[in-house]
């Protein structure tokens, strides 16, 4: 695959309307023209909120290593990577490749291989199982050179997705490309990959950033835009975000774009207007006509692009349901819930749950006599 077909396929990739950010744009009705605040402001290594993290990343760059970013969704962690990644290469766009796991093991095997960041490599081999095509596309994006400098920086997000045989295959595929490939590897569950890949990454711990670290972060891209505000305006953005520092920038271009200002009138007008009901709504409704493919989607939307996890999902859905639904079927919906919800605090995927949840509820499974699934 040519350098060139390389880029391409990245292009691709940011212009999927699957992206988080394009995701988010839709929610949060930010205006389609302007570019999205999350990219254009996006941090350099020494704008970072978490010093420690600016800290350990800093000792990286002379010093390439495999690493592992791990905390919750929206904190920053893939915006981290990226500053690192401006620092230590002189052709990102070559150089630094993106793949969400989510990309590979929810999808069907026609969806990965018509992939346009996949085709070239995945070309002529409609027979192989879906397996094979995702560590055969895992040692492609490790194998290839550098187009700049001496490694490639190969980043795999939401890696507690990936299943232990998968992890496996992932080892020997970072044994083998070690000195040309820089694996860095971002989760929010660093318990569930397996010892030989933790081993083998230095451990980069990114919390949640603090309401003033937050508030930092806004008003440097509030003075950078120009866009008037007040303290009180980012604070409540900030607090509205909950630690959510992707939510909390979109949350700001939201308001700017809406109120042409960052006050609290303007915020808690703006932002006070928002919420997932309806897609949780939505979600319910598909799984109550049988179209476990449209509930399967909004609640991986959710969980991917709009930062919850799985309790808090399943929270949600319990609360927009009590309000939606009644008698034996909100009843059974709650009975299905107590046995989804141990899942979820034992399991590693959350999308997985919570569909079948919504399957089993549909299916006329959880009624009195007990049965669950």
């Not at 988080?20 to 999205?36: E, G, H, K, N, R």
């Not at 959510?244 to 932002?271: K, V």
């Not at 949600?316 to 899942?343: F, I, M």
């Amino acid at each position: 695959m040519s350098n060139a077909a390389v880029a391409g396929a990245r292009e691709a990739r940011v212009a999927t309307p699957e992206s988080t950010d394009s995701y988010l744009v839709a929610v949060y009705a930010v205006p389609m023209d302007p570019p999205l605040w999350t990219e254009t402001h996006a941090p350099t290594l020494d704008e970072l909120p978490q010093s420690e993290v600016r800290e350990r990343l800093e000792r990286t760059v002379d010093e390439p290593m495999n690493l592992v970013l791990q905390g919750p969704p929206g904190v920053g962690k893939t915006a981290a990577v990226r500053a690192l990644a401006r620092e230590t290469h002189e052709d990102v766009a070559n150089d630094l490749v993106e793949l969400n796991v989510a990309d590979f093991f929810n999808r069907t095997k026609k969806e990965i291989r018509e992939d346009p960041r996949f085709e070239s490599f995945l070309a002529g081999r409609s027979r192989m199982a879906k397996r094979d095509m995702i560590n055969h596309v895992l040692k492609e994006s490790a194998s290839y050179a550098p187009v700049s400098g001496d490694f490639r920086t190969l980043v795999l997000d939401n890696a507690e997705a990936i299943r232990e045989d998968f992890q496996q295959a992932l080892r020997r595929v970072m044994e083998r490309h070690h000195r040309t490939t820089q694996f860095v590897v971002t989760t929010r569950q660093p318990s569930k990959l397996i010892p030989p890949i933790r081993s083998r990454c230095f451990p980069v711990p990114v919390r949640a950033p603090t309401t003033d670290e937050t508030v930092a972060v806004l008003e440097r891209i509030a003075d950078e835009e120009g866009v008037a505000y007040d303290d009180d305006g980012l604070e409540y953005v900030a607090g509205y975000a909950n630690g959510n520092l992707r939510r909390s920038i979109l949350g700001a271009q939201t308001t700017a774009s809406a109120a042409g200002e960052i006050t609290m009138a303007a915020a808690y007008e703006t932002l006070g207007e928002i919420g997932r009901d309806d897609d949780l709504r939505g979600a319910l409704a598909a799984a109550e006509s049988g179209d476990v493919a449209a509930a399967r989607k909004t609640i991986g939307t959710l969980l991917d692009e709009e930062g919850y996890d799985g309790g808090e999902l399943l929270g949600e859905l319990l609360r927009v349901a009590r309000a939606n639904y009644g008698g034996d079927d909100l009843a059974r919906l709650h009975r299905l819930a107590g046995a989804v919800d141990l899942d979820l605090a034992v399991g590693t995927d959350d999308r997985l749950h919570l569909t079948h949840l919504l399957v089993a509820w549909e299916t006329g499974a959880g009624d009195e006599s007990g049965t669950v699934a």
